[in-house]
């Protein structure tokens, strides 16, 4: 058989990639690559400079890989529903390969790539590998999705017996001599109209190999005590490779796994099941990007106010662990998953704005921006999402920053106004003596945490008791 393997984003390796191994085992293999203007039109590329940075540099190294095990990849410019239909005839192909994604406007596509396929007379087969399981096969026993997520991760646990992942082909086939097309050179990013920034992680396969080992050398130890504190380096750093297949789920569940079952073990698989939550959440409901689990947040009534907006994204609302979030996110493309969760509840509540706004920041400046694990972790923190926080549950920036930034290193790295700040004050340099004030030059806070609280909680109330009436 004649196989085209569809890299498309999240499966940029060569390892544990089933459509690849399945390719090679057939007969032939073509991989190939779409420069689809959804995601690399310069326009589009400048409203996601961290992930595009990261993605290249994976394609780069991919495309390394093939060629050192004797194949290439071809990449061509265009819509993959006009390319890979049209390469398919041309190539003479038997079937195209792929990974299938859980987002709606992938789901779309696929569909609009099988019914061109299917007009050609070639197979189109999507495997498994964005998730450890297939979205919808984890059901209730109603046969329903689940709405909370300690049952789903109980019956994950039940239905988890994955095969050992796949090892990287020792070689493959050369692309045939027959097969031609119009293919471009990997992009670089200025000629997307973007500029290199030397703080992001490295992408591609290698690197993701070498922060698991990392991960499993050291941080996984204390994993379980760690990873909740900003100041540390406690947590794995592996969200981009997960988010772009660099390293499969399958790959690091297992390697955790045969680690050791330690408690700190077990914290780190159960945020793996977190992650399949949410896919499997946007499976089901792929309405979720657009609207609120909860229909009783529909219509919520958010505050339009720029410029508390501005000094949220900006890093200038007068909270230090906030503005650290906010400024950590600009500057490396990552922001701790603590501080994720405090930046995005001082959003929604202290501050009254529409989380989808703050979901939307996030995506367009994170490296690891996930559709599925970014909607719901929002969702989550704003409490509009499934198995979410309650709603009245409120984070207290100075408290959260006292337990999980003790020292204030985590603040001093990123707001550098308060490098000097005395440690006593880190948290709420307000209240530091007029003369430290003045000489950092911080902001007051914009909005007062006992007020913005009882704000967002009166709000809600009416709001949620109007909905649950009507």
Known sequence: MRSIVWFRGKDLRVADHRPLAEGAATGDVIPLFVLDPFFFAPERARNLPHRLQFLLESLSALEANLAHLGSRLLVVPGRSVDVVPRLAAQWKADQVLAHRWVEPFA??????????????????????????????????????????????????????????????????????????????????????????????????ERAARQRLKAFLEGPLTDYGVDRDRMDLPG???????????????????????????????????????????????????????????????????????????????????????????????????????????????????????????GEAHFLRWLTDGDWAANNAGWQWCAGCGCDAQPWFRIFNPVTQGRKFDPRGDYVRRWVSELADCPTA??????????????RLDYPEPIVDHAFARERFLAVAKAHLGHAKMG
């Open 107 to 204: 789901r779309e596509r696929d569909r609009r790539v099988d019914e061109g396929l299917a007009r050609v007379g070639v197979a189109f087969r999507l495997f498994e590998g964005e998730t450890l399981l297939p979205p919808g096969s984890v059901r209730n026993g109603q046969g329903d999705m689940f709405r909370v997520f300690t049952p789903f991760a109980r019956a994950c646990g039940v239905k988890l017996d994955l095969e050992p992942a796949l090892a990287a082909p020792r070689s493959l086939p050369p692309v045939p001599g027959d097969v031609w097309a119009e293919t471009v050179p990997i992009p670089s990013l200025e000629a997307l109209g973007l500029t290199p920034n030397s703080r992001l992680q490295a992408g591609g």
């Open 235 to 357: 947590t794995s750093r592996l969200s981009a490779d997960l988010k772009f297949g660099t390293l499969s789920v399958r790959a690091l569940w297992q390697a955790v796994a045969a680690a050791g079952a330690s408690d700190s073990g077990h914290r780190y698989l159960n945020e793996l099941l977190w992650r399949e939550f949410s896919h499997h959440l946007l499976w089901e409901w792929p309405e979720l990007l657009e609207r609120p689990f909860r229909p009783a947040f529909e219509g919520f009534p958010w505050r339009d106010d720029e410029a508390a907006w501005e000094a949220w994204t900006e890093g200038r609302t007068g909270y230090p662990v906030v503005d650290a979030a906010a400024r950590q996110l600009w500057a490396e493309g990552f922001v701790h998953n603590r501080a994720r969760m405090v930046a995005a509840s001082f959003l929604a509540k202290h501050l009254l704005i529409d989380y989808r706004r």
């Open 425 to 438: 004050f880190i948290h709420e340099p307000w209240k530091a003596p007029q003369a430290v004030r003045t």
